[in-house]
């Protein structure tokens, strides 16, 4: 969505650091995240990092779906975060004064009251990530079907998983029974099971206790086959990993995944 400007076209893989200058970013992250409090860092940390990879990934599916409004003295996106009061909180950029650096400049973030008092009317739209809320939720009637070779096979893969059972002879019994507990307590909560996306696709978050039933050691990252009668896995993520994939969606309801 380009108004106000011919001469001004965004690559579908620009990213937010091409698109803006971004002058004291950590502060402005720290005020954003003021004004939609919420755990955006990761255990006992500070440094935002959460928000961070969100609104920098989220600013990737914006220029995908073109809703990047930009005219002669002003560009916004829609964050897709809302204040406590649900007010929804916006990007806003206007025009950078340096002719060598980026086409814009990062002002700040503003609530939809902020940018209609500044007489800015047209407010774009939040990203996307799906048109089937069914793919949202696991199917408790389908199978999961690991791929262990690209599981342990995979040095980045092997890595995530603990020592004790990286090492083990019984590791893929080990993660037999944890799929297992997994879709009874998919079956006993269905918000078990958390919606990430990735490359264009929904898939879901399970998670994977080898050390102790009640503690979760990983996430693994299952897909509906081609078939649509099971779901493959290949892959399986640390839980900051997992949380950050997952928290561009939505804030994740589940009482394993958390920062």
Not at 6 to 12: A, K, L, Q, V, W
Not at 31 to 44: I, Q, T, Y
Not at 242 to 247: E, G, I, S, T, V
């Amino acid at each position: 969505m380009y108004n106000g400007i011919s001469d001004y076209r965004m690559e579908n893989n620009m990213k937010l650091f091409e698109f803006a200058y971004c002058p004291n970013y950590d502060q402005k992250i720290a005020a954003l995240a003021e004004l939609c409090p919420e755990k955006w860092s990761f255990g006992s940390n500070s440094d935002n990092i959460i928000l961070k990879n969100y609104i920098e990934h989220t600013f990737m599916k914006l220029v995908e779906e073109d809703k990047i409004v930009c005219t002669d003295s002003y560009a916004i996106f829609d964050t897709g975060l809302y204040t406590q009061y649900y007010e929804s909180v916006y990007a806003y950029f206007v025009p950078n004064k340096n002719a060598d650096r980026q086409k814009w400049f990062l002002d700040g973030f503003m609530t939809s009251y902020q940018l209609v008092r500044m007489d800015i009317t047209t407010l774009p739209r939040r990203a996307n990530y799906f048109t089937n809320p069914a793919e949202l939720v696991f199917d408790v009637n389908c199978d999961i079907v690991p791929q262990y070779q690209h599981i342990f096979g995979k040095p980045e893969n092997l890595m995530r998983i603990p020592e004790s059972v990286r090492e083990s002879s019984r590791r893929t019994v080990l993660f037999d029974g944890a799929i297992s507990m997994a879709k009874k307590m998919i079956n006993a909560n269905y918000k078990t099971a958390v919606p990430q996306y990735y490359k264009g696709k929904i898939q879901l978050l399970i998670p994977i206790c080898l050390i102790n039933e009640d503690v979760p050691d990983l996430a693994m990252v299952v897909s509906k086959s081609p078939a649509d009668n099971v779901y493959l896995s290949h892959t399986c993520l640390t839980l900051d990993m997992a949380y950050n994939n997952a928290r561009l969606i939505a804030r994740p309801d589940s009482v394993w995944l958390h920062p």
